[in-house]
């Protein structure tokens, strides 16, 4: 059948006054949104992690243990499973202190993250003096054995931890490691994805935030020419160590994107803001709601609990005081979490009618949440009144729909889907891309 000029018109007409009615219902139906009260339940609505470095030594303190315990889902060994930690003495490997993370958090229910098997620093001592290929095929030993005595406990490894040079070069930093020749980070790479192919593989390194700044590039053009070439990198760590002379940039959002559109995660690593009061708690907040705007940043974490853990305390860089007190840093990143990229990210999973066909004739149409992941949203609707509904569904830019079941859909734009019955019963659902906006669709409903 073709739509006639008068039979458009009244289409669009019913649309826009049931685009209002759905709007209302909408907020109305919202109530509860940004309930979560900890950082991790807050990232979880967006299907992200909120996550600490955590030392082993610190494991008998009930206040840190209390906080980490509370806030966070997912941890980072601060020292303890580095290369001087793991393998002291060359081919003896030592997992103790690092085992204690990492079974404090499955215990409670939290992932992990590695950290590092690849650095020029704070490596053992025999390490230190080695060099060619000696070196070379120690590192991968070094990497193949960590990585397969923890195959299957890591979310996330940092292969390989700050390889590029500070200041203009955009090159490589020199190092033992580099001097074993420049393939060495793609090597490291293959042989942790030989040893544990379920990780996701990340580069990680410090002032890399600056979109403009030569390090940042430097790491971009790694990273392109690694998917280019099929080398296997998943994502990339942003450690974001901030203060005043390092501040947080205003392109982090872009930076961040950026790589992501290379085909990979991105993750801030070990934030810490030098500061306090308001202004610290602002710069956290720009560092949260820069992940936030991107789909594929995963996870932020923060490189410590309380001012006291941290590895530059006297800056009190971190969301907690030294009583374990929560500070404005931390409500800040709190509340950002909670109000998503928008402000308009549905954190319940509460239903909303939206009735259209306001000539009367019973068709009502009712959306209800699906599944959420970092990039994409199930939504689901179900018709009551007829059997012979016709319900347009529009999303708002940049969303997509994606896939449909149960309806015969077609589009009549990019951005509006019309779905009808398949056979199937009066209940369909789809799939909606987000691109960071997770507004819910209007619907409208006709009988056909
Ligand atoms: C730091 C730890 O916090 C300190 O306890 C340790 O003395 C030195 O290393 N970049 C990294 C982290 O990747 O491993 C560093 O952690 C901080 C900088």
């Not at 739509?3 to 006054?17: F, H, N, P, Q």
């Not at 990497?143 to 890591?154: E, N, W």
């Amino acid at each position: 059948m073709t739509l006639t000029a008068k039979s458009v018109a009244r289409v669009a007409l019913v649309s826009s006054l049931v685009a209002a009615t759905a709007a209302a219902a909408v907020i109305a139906a919202s109530p509860a949104m940004g309930a979560a009260s900890t950082l991790a339940a807050a990232a979880q609505q967006s299907g992200r992690y909120f996550g600490t470095a955590v030392a082993a030594n610190k494991l008998g303190d009930s206040t840190y243990v209390g906080i980490l315990n509370r806030e966070f889902d997912m941890v980072t060994a601060e020292n303890e499973m580095k290369m001087d930690a793991t393998e002291p003495n060359q081919n003896q490997f030592s997992f103790g202190n690092g085992d204690r993370i990492v079974n404090h958090a499955r215990n409670q229910g939290k992932r992990v993250r590695g950290h590092a098997l690849a650095w020029h620093q704070q490596q053992p001592g025999w390490m230190q003096n080695m060099s060619g290929s000696a070196l070379r095929n120690a590192m991968l030993n070094h990497i193949t054995q960590v990585a397969t005595y923890y195959r299957g406990k890591i979310y996330a490894w940092d292969v390989v931890n700050e390889a590029y040079a500070d200041g203009s070069s955009g090159g490589r930093r020199d190092s033992n490691l580099q001097r074993t020749g420049n393939d060495w980070i793609e090597a490291a790479f293959r042989a942790a994805r030989a040893a544990d192919p379920n990780a996701k593989l990340c580069y990680n390194d410090y002032n890399t935030d600056n979109w403009s700044h030569a390090k940042t590039q430097g790491v971009y053009r790694m990273v392109q020419d690694f998917k280019s070439r099929g080398v296997p990198i998943d994502c990339v760590g942003f450690q974001a160590h901030f203060n005043s002379g390092n501040p947080v940039p205003s392109n982090y959002h872009t930076t961040l994107q950026n790589f992501a559109s290379l085909g990979v995660d991105v993750q801030i690593t070990e934030l810490d803001i030098e500061g306090s009061g308001s202004s610290q708690a602002q710069q956290y907040q720009g560092v949260t709601q820069a992940c936030l705007a991107v789909s594929r940043c995963t996870g932020i974490t923060v490189w410590g609990i309380r001012d006291s853990d941290s590895w530059r305390a006297s800056g009190t860089p971190l969301l907690f005081d030294n009583s374990g007190n929560k500070k404005a840093a931390y409500n800040s990143v709190l509340s950002a979490l909670n109000s998503g990229t928008g402000g308009t990210d549905p954190t319940t999973t509460t239903t909303t009618t939206t009735t259209s066909n306001p000539g009367g004739g019973g068709c009502t149409a009712t959306y209800s949440e699906g599944q959420k992941w970092n990039d994409r949203f199930n939504g689901q609707v179900t018709v009551s009144g007829t059997d012979n509904w016709v319900v347009t569904v529009t999303v708002s830019s940049p969303q997509r729909i994606i896939a449909t079941w149960n309806t015969s859909a077609t589009w009549e734009s990019a951005d509006v889907m019309t779905a009808r019955p398949n056979g199937s019963g009066n209940t369909f659902g789809f799939t909606v891309m987000h691109g960071g906006n997770w507004s819910w669709p209007s619907l409208s409903c006709r009988v056909g």
